[in-house]
């Protein structure tokens, strides 16, 4: 039997998400409704078709198992900024969600005699999955005290000769965090030189909301440097604030790559859902695509300035990177310069407050790693973000001196 470890993140926000007052555990953004993508859309032609066409089709497998080909298409349009390659809809293939996406890269491409380096903190899937096929997998730890970067010259040193897979999340969860350009483009070098596949998780992206493409260190995704044994995946739930349409995808240079996952996924479904589809490749379409980015970007922002104050008010007490991308925060509690219980913080302030977060130790870390650090999502609705944030300062200012300092 194959050994999974307990999915601790999702076990915990699920066993608790129906009893929170203010739920600041999600990550993603305020998600849309059918209605807002009309009103987001530039083209009013569009909008009139996309129920019709949704009404008028017939219910079988579609037209290709490997995903809608305009939905592909509109997938294949988000690479194309920056990109030495093109990336064309035949190196797409649909998913139902980005998790599964990654499921089936992992499953596909890793087998027991394999050597894995994945970029921490992260998504646990990415390394817990990894695991559980027998990979060997070493965590190439990103450091908090320079940005949460990471150490190129350390990469070095952890390949080994069976390396197969380097696994990044750019932009990273929990923390916000980007690999920068030039970052990025040497890890590329390093894998290129020595033939080992890159694999980037960028259901983040392309939610940049305090980065701006022009500068210097905004990252493209992995698939824009060209090299043949890279593969990303992705989906609508994050960035484009549509979790609700399991839709995700696999992209990659590579033929062997791509039928690798589609082999893999044959054996998990035979199509994704066709009213997804073409509900997800209207939200893609250029018409209504930039609209949607911008409207979930701009909400980040706002409400990544409200969350910094918070936290400028309680500085002896709380500390942050500032998130340079996707709705989410890694905010490390201390009292007197010592980490408190990280999931005794987020049981009380559940029971005392109605606030939910998430405790870093327990669902990103392995027991030892990230004791007092939380992840705090402000994607939502502006004021229930203030709403939870108030909940959050009377229980700084009468519990928090009660909890117990982490072991």
């Given at each position: 039997?194959?050994?999974?470890?307990?999915?601790?993140?999702?076990?915990?926000?699920?066993?608790?998400?129906?009893?929170?007052k203010?739920?600041?555990?999600?990550?993603?953004?305020?998600?849309v409704?059918?209605n807002?993508?009309?009103?987001?859309?530039?083209?009013?032609?569009?909008?009139?078709?996309?129920?019709?066409?949704v009404?008028?089709?017939?219910?079988?497998?579609?037209?290709?198992f490997?995903?809608?080909e305009?939905?592909?298409?509109?997938?294949?349009?988000?690479?194309?900024?920056?990109?030495?390659?093109?990336?064309?809809?035949?190196?797409?293939?649909?998913?139902?969600?980005?998790?599964?996406a990654?499921?089936?890269?992992?499953?596909?491409?890793l087998?027991?005699?394999?050597?894995?380096?994945?970029?921490?903190?992260?998504?646990?899937?990415?390394?817990?999955?990894?695991?559980?096929?027998?990979?060997?997998v070493?965590?190439?730890?990103?450091?908090e005290?320079?940005?949460?970067?990471?150490?190129?010259?350390?990469?070095?040193?952890?390949i080994?000769?069976?390396?197969?897979?380097?696994?990044?999340?750019?932009?990273?969860?929990?923390?916000?965090a980007?690999?920068?350009?030039?970052?990025?483009?040497?890890?590329?070098?390093?894998?290129?030189?020595?033939?080992i596949?890159v694999f980037?998780?960028?259901?983040?992206?392309?939610?940049?909301?305090?980065?701006?493409?022009?500068?210097?260190?905004?990252?493209?995704?992995?698939?824009?440097?060209?090299?043949e044994?890279?593969?990303?995946?992705?989906?609508?739930?994050?960035?484009y604030?549509?979790?609700?349409?399991?839709?995700?995808?696999?992209?990659?240079?590579?033929?062997?790559?791509?039928?690798?996952?589609?082999?893999?996924?044959?054996?998990?479904?035979?199509?994704?859902?066709?009213?997804?589809?073409?509900?997800?490749?209207?939200?893609?379409?250029?018409?209504c695509?930039?609209?949607?980015?911008?409207?979930?970007?701009?909400?980040?922002?706002?409400n990544?300035?409200?969350?910094?104050?918070?936290?400028?008010?309680?500085?002896?007490?709380?500390?942050?990177?500032?998130?340079?991308a996707?709705?989410?925060?890694?905010?490390?509690?201390?009292?007197?310069?010592h980490?408190?219980?990280?999931?005794?913080?987020?049981?009380?302030?559940?029971?005392?407050?109605g606030?939910?977060?998430?405790?870093?130790?327990?669902?990103?870390?392995?027991?030892?790693?990230?004791?007092?650090?939380?992840?705090?999502?402000?994607?939502?609705?502006?004021e229930?973000?203030?709403?939870?944030?108030?909940?959050l300062?009377?229980?700084?200012?009468?519990?928090?001196?009660?909890?117990?300092?982490?072991?």
């Open positions: 039997m194959v050994k999974l470890d307990p999915f601790e993140v999702d076990h915990w926000i699920l066993t608790r998400d129906t009893g929170p203010y739920n600041l555990a999600h990550s993603y953004s305020l998600p409704t059918i807002d993508l009309k009103s987001l859309s530039k083209d009013a032609a569009a909008d009139d078709d996309l129920l019709a066409s009404q008028s089709m017939p219910m079988n497998y579609g037209p290709s490997t995903g809608l305009q939905l592909r298409d509109n997938i294949a349009n988000l690479y194309s900024d920056g990109s030495s390659v093109p990336i064309t809809s035949d190196k797409i293939l649909t998913t139902p969600g980005a998790s599964l990654n499921f089936i890269v992992l499953f596909a491409l087998g027991p005699e394999d050597h894995v380096i994945v970029q921490y903190p992260t998504y646990q899937q990415l390394y817990s999955l990894s695991a559980s096929l027998g990979a060997q070493s965590l190439w730890k990103a450091k005290n320079d940005n949460w970067n990471l150490d190129i010259e350390e990469l070095e040193s952890l080994q000769p069976n390396t197969r897979m380097i696994v990044l999340n750019n932009p990273q969860n929990p923390t916000g980007i690999i920068s350009r030039s970052s990025l483009e040497k890890i590329i070098q390093i894998a290129e030189r020595r033939s596949t980037s998780d960028e259901v983040y992206r392309p939610s940049f909301h305090s980065i701006a493409p022009g500068d210097p260190d905004y990252p493209p995704s992995a698939l824009s440097f060209g090299y044994n890279t593969v990303v995946t992705s989906s609508l739930s994050k960035a604030a549509l979790a609700g349409i399991r839709i995700g995808w696999i992209a990659s240079h590579s033929k062997p790559i791509l039928d690798l996952c589609i082999n893999a996924r044959s054996y998990a479904l035979i199509t994704a859902s066709q009213v997804d589809e073409q509900i997800a490749s209207f939200a893609l379409s250029p018409s695509v930039h609209n949607l980015v911008k409207r979930n970007t701009m909400l980040a922002k706002n990544l300035d409200i969350v910094q104050s918070f936290i400028e008010e309680f500085s002896s007490s709380c500390q942050w990177v500032k998130p340079v996707g709705p989410i925060g890694f905010i490390k509690f201390t009292r007197s310069g980490p408190v219980d990280d999931v005794e913080f987020c049981t009380k302030l559940l029971d005392k407050r606030v939910l977060l998430v405790p870093g130790r327990k669902c990103f870390g392995d027991g030892r790693n990230f004791s007092g650090y939380v992840r705090l999502g402000f994607g939502g609705d502006t229930a973000l203030r709403a939870a944030l108030d909940a300062r009377e229980f700084m200012r009468e519990d928090y001196e009660l909890l117990p300092l982490a072991n």
